[in-house]
């Protein structure tokens, strides 16, 4: 087992990682920006190197500096949390070469699953429903017109290199296609100096459903259930659960086995998270993988009873996984609580906080970095913390989700605690009936 972590990310997820490491005796290195000097998961950690300025890309992107923290600090792992590094190939390359584990998956698996094109063609190998799309990259604007008029019409047009929702277009006719097809080249390549697009049959009334999945050194690997992730606004999820109002035993039986196929199909090592859309009738096709630990890996921690970062030290230490494959248990549901305005379209509210309460009671879990004092810096994420409810039914983890939000003061800045609290009390989001389009009907009063 690692002697010393060294943690390459900030916030809420920098604390969620030093708790489970000293729970498991080890000890720990926070890397910190000059933003970030007062942030609690430096307080917390048995050691703290500043690393730069405040800016991510002089800071919690720089792997030069985040290599000369673990080296200085005699870190004999680097745990990426997710988001910044989490997914880059080349820092876990780098890892490797200097002696350090990389505590996810190998460089390999990582550039399998982070183009898109690469991904998909794996999957369809494997066995693995895929959306009907474009063989590759479009190479031209009439090769998209034929495909278009070959599968019909809505489709698609996604950025091969692409995430949060950039380079991203549907067409709903034909003469939409010309300007989607330029605007979405041109946000590709402003967003990822990768410009290359592909094209899938766009899918109607889509629910995001998504598998966790673990695999370790051994060739075994097994699925956690599922996380519905369909309340989303812009393509960033802002509410999760598990299991999903919309599963049935059949459909996470298919799924769970298809996400174990996935994760076989690159002899995947670490837990990571194989992403679908299923639409009205349950049909789902694979739409990606996150070779990381997810923002959202609690509320499969709370309806398995698990310690999904944990599991994951553990398969980079070595140790096999059992192979069993879980069932939820029990209800969760997870608002992501963020540093905005969502009655002014969401704008983010940096500055400090003046007034903290924290929610609790039976069934609460609360993960945050923020206190009374602390002040939100503007150079990062606009999440704050994360609220999940669990109890035995979804009904009863709704009406907890409710009482705890009404709960939660944070004063100084604005949040989206008032969003939640409407959505929760939403007749259509308490029965269930909703897709990842709910949001854009969806009226905050």
């Known amino acids: 087992?690692?002697?010393?972590?060294?943690?390459?990310?900030?916030?809420?997820?920098?604390?969620?990682?030093?708790?489970?490491?000293?729970?498991?005796?080890?000890?720990?290195?926070?890397?910190?920006?000059?933003?970030?000097?007062?942030?609690?998961?430096?307080?917390?950690?048995?050691?703290?190197?500043?690393?730069?300025?405040?800016?991510?890309?002089?800071?919690?992107?720089?792997?030069?500096?985040?290599?000369?923290?673990?080296?200085?600090?005699?870190?004999?792992?680097?745990?990426?949390?997710?988001?910044?590094?989490?997914?880059?190939?080349?820092?876990?390359?780098?890892?490797?070469?200097?002696?350090?584990?990389?505590?996810?998956?190998?460089?390999?698996?990582?550039?399998k699953m982070g183009d898109k094109i690469t991904a998909k063609e794996t999957m369809i190998a494997a066995g693995v429903p895929c959306i009907p799309g474009s063989e590759g990259l479009l190479e031209s604007l009439q090769q998209a017109e034929q495909l278009a008029h070959e599968m019909g019409y809505p489709v698609i047009l996604k950025a091969t290199a692409g995430g949060g929702g950039k380079g991203m277009r549907v067409v709903w006719e034909d003469s939409e296609l010309e300007r989607a097809y330029t605007t979405a080249k041109a946000e590709a390549g402003a967003s990822f100096k990768n410009d290359g697009i592909y094209m899938e049959k766009f899918v109607e009334e889509p629910r995001h459903i998504e598998i966790q999945v673990a695999g370790d050194q051994f060739g075994t690997v097994c699925h956690l259930s599922e996380r519905d992730c369909s309340i989303q606004r812009r393509h960033q999820k802002l509410v999760e659960e598990s299991p999903s109002p919309f599963m049935t035993p059949e459909l996470r039986q298919k799924m769970g086995e298809a996400a174990i196929k996935a994760a076989a199909a690159i002899n995947y090592e670490s837990v990571g998270t194989v992403e679908f859309l299923v639409d009205k009738h349950r049909n789902f096709y694979f739409m990606e993988m996150n070779t990381r630990i997810q923002v959202e890996h609690g509320v499969t921690e709370e309806v398995i009873n698990f310690d999904l970062i944990k599991e994951q030290i553990k398969i980079a230490a070595g140790v096999p996984i059992s192979g069993r494959n879980y069932e939820p248990v029990m209800h969760a549901i997870e608002c992501r609580i963020n540093a905005e305005d969502p009655y002014n379209d969401f704008r983010p509210s940096p500055g400090k906080i003046t007034v903290l309460h924290t929610p609790g009671g039976h069934g609460v879990r609360v993960d945050s970095h923020i206190y009374a004092g602390y002040v939100i810096p503007p150079y990062y994420d606009s999440m704050i913390a994360k609220i999940i409810a669990v109890a035995q039914t979804r009904e009863e983890a709704i009406n907890t989700m409710e009482r705890a939000l009404s709960e939660y003061v944070i004063e100084g800045i604005k949040t989206t605690i008032p969003f939640h609290m409407q959505l929760m009390r939403d007749e259509n989001f308490r029965k269930g009936n909703f897709t990842t389009k709910f949001i854009e009907t969806f009226h905050l009063v």
């Open 1 to 111: 087992m690692f002697k010393k972590i060294l943690i390459a990310n900030r916030g809420e997820i920098a604390l969620r990682i030093i708790r489970t490491c000293r729970e498991m005796g080890i000890k720990t290195v926070a890397v910190y920006s000059v933003a970030d000097k007062d942030s609690l998961h430096v307080r917390f950690a048995d050691e703290a190197v500043c690393i730069g300025k405040a800016q991510s890309a002089d800071s919690y992107l720089n792997i030069p500096h985040i290599m000369a923290a673990a080296e200085i600090t005699n870190a004999d792992a680097i745990h990426p949390g997710y988001g910044f590094l989490a997914e880059n190939a080349n820092f876990s390359e780098i890892c490797a070469q200097y002696g350090i584990k990389f505590i996810g998956p190998t460089p390999e698996m990582i550039r």
